[in-house]
């Protein structure tokens, strides 16, 4: 221990687990107390703190945190003045980015920007939405939303500004998009002051390598096999066209071993092609980091 301590901001709320899970797959140990907004972490040289992905890049500008986790859209949103080092695309539904998009009442007479001239628009990213009007040239009142912004045209307001990942949400409150404002993923993000320090600077890209490793080898599998060398073309025409197996010499001169990663989902069809080819000792072993 060297007595330094990097301060790292988790978001809480609903990408707090998909975080937690992460970090895990990349080597960290965090557990989250209830009702505690300090996770453990089992590395004595970083401290951790739950913060609503909306503020984290304000605490990162200003110092309160050396990094932190939060949306593409949340930096936008505060104008924030920070480091990225990194994009994570991982989210609580799926690895598509989360759009912000313009959503009407399915009955609107809204079909364009253009339209929405002079009315109400909810949302929660306000700053985000009066750029984005601006830059078509349009006049809207845009008002800040704290929660349930689907229900609230065409009552409360003429239209919304909302993230969604499948749209779900939407078409259940008989909502239309009309167009997206903007494409967002997770990003780590630094304090331009955190990363002039060496040692901070240093902490902070291994844990980005671990965590793009432990993101790398989702829905990936290692398998590894025996074959004869006459029966080599055959099981290499199986293999996928964008993995290179490592081609190893065995004691029997007449066999090689061969070791590769493959897509998770395609390792049910491809084994038993592999023993059809003349592969034998087939071995699937599940991988937890990829490190180029």
Same mark, same amino acid.
């Given at each position: ?11 809480? @709320?609903?990408?707090?687990e998909a975080?937690g ?5 990349a ?5 989250f $107390?209830s009702?505690?907004? #300090?996770?453990n ?13 909306q503020e ?9 945190l ?5 949306g593409?859209d949340?930096?936008l949103?505060?104008? $924030? ?8 695309v ?12 313009l959503?009407?009442?399915n ?11 002079g009315?109400?628009?909810a ?11 601006a830059q078509?040239?349009v ?5 800040f ?6 229900v ?6 003429d239209?919304i500004v909302?993230?969604? +990942? ?5 078409k $259940?409150?008989?909502?239309?998009i009309?167009? +997206? ?5 997770t990003?780590?993000?630094a ?6 320090d060496?040692?901070?600077k240093?902490?902070?890209e291994?844990m980005?390598?671990m ?6 080898a ?6 590894m096999l ?14 996928? $066209?964008?993995?290179?197996?490592t ?5 029997d001169?007449?066999?090689?071993a ?7 989902n ?6 038993p ?5 003349g592969?034998? @000792?087939?071995?699937? #072993? ?7």
């Open positions: 221990m060297n007595g330094k301590i990097l301060k790292l901001g988790l978001p809480a @709320g609903s990408l707090q975080t899970d992460l970090f895990r797959k080597g960290y140990k965090i557990t $107390a009702r505690s907004y #300090y996770p972490i089992d590395d004595p040289e970083i401290q951790c703190t739950l913060i609503r992905a984290m890049a304000r605490y990162v500008q200003d110092g309160s050396d990094c932190g986790l939060t593409y949340w930096i949103e505060n104008d $924030a003045k920070v480091e990225e080092l990194a994009e994570l991982f989210s609580k539904v799926s690895k598509r980015p989360v759009r912000w998009v959503a009407v009442p009955d609107s007479d809204v079909k364009t920007v253009k339209d929405l001239a009315k109400r628009i949302t929660e990213v306000v700053g985000l939405t009066r750029r984005w009007l078509h040239g006049e809207a009142h845009v008002e939303s704290w929660g349930a912004t689907e609230k045209p065409p009552r409360l307001a239209a909302e993230v969604t +990942e499948t749209g779900s949400s939407l $259940a409150n008989n909502l239309r009309v167009a +997206e404002l903007l494409q967002s993923t990003r780590f993000i304090n331009r002051q955190a990363v002039t060496p040692w901070k240093q902490k902070m291994d980005v390598l965590l793009k490793g432990a993101m790398r989702e829905g990936q599998v290692g398998l025996n074959v004869k060398k006459g029966d080599l073309p055959a099981v290499l025409k199986i293999m996928p $066209a964008f993995q290179t197996p081609i190893s010499s065995l004691a001169g007449e066999w090689v061969l070791n590769t990663i493959i897509d998770e395609t390792v049910r069809h491809m084994i092609q592999l023993k059809q080819a592969a034998c @000792g087939i071995v699937e #072993y599940p991988i937890s980091k990829i490190i180029d």
